[in-house]
Nanobody
Framework: QVQVVESGGGLVQAGGSLRLSCTASGLTFSNYDMGWFRQAPGKEREGVSCIRYNGASTSYADSVKGRFTITRDNDKNTLYLQMNSLKPEDTAIYYC???????????????????WGQGTQVTVSS
């Protein structure tokens, strides 16, 4: 059974940091591009960041560039999202997903998902 599980969400003040983690099982993690998404209340789910299967290339939504960093550890089957300088508008449920491939446009990420995680809540207070 393929499973993707996020952790690390929580409540943080504006300007603070959080690190999300995502572990995958039931698939060969090192064969898959991986991505982070988020969905704020009343909004569509959007791609945040994508990383190639070998970590050689990453991409980010404009709204998080320079503040978020995506990394992966293929030996541990784990994906990370380091979030710094958090803003209230970053408040959302954050999802991890295994992708068929990272698209050239971040906006196309939802179309490339093979399996979703269940999400973890991130709340940034002002």
């Amino acid at each position: 059974q393929v499973q993707v599980v996020e952790s690390g969400g929580g409540l943080v003040q504006a300007g603070g940091s959080l690190r999300l983690s995502c572990t995958a099982s039931g698939l060969t993690f090192s064969n898959y591009d991986m991505g982070w998404f988020r969905q704020a209340p009343g909004k569509e789910r959007e791609g945040v960041s994508c990383i190639r299967y070998n970590g050689a290339s990453t991409s980010y939504a404009d709204s998080v560039k320079g503040r978020f960093t995506i990394t992966r550890d293929n030996d541990k089957n784990t994906l990370y999202l380091q979030m710094n300088s958090l803003k209230p508008e970053d408040t959302a449920i954050y999802y991890c997903a295994a992708l068929w491939s990272c698209p050239s446009a971040i906006t196309d990420m939802p179309r490339r998902v093979r399996v979703w995680g269940q999400g973890t809540q991130v709340t940034v207070s002002s």
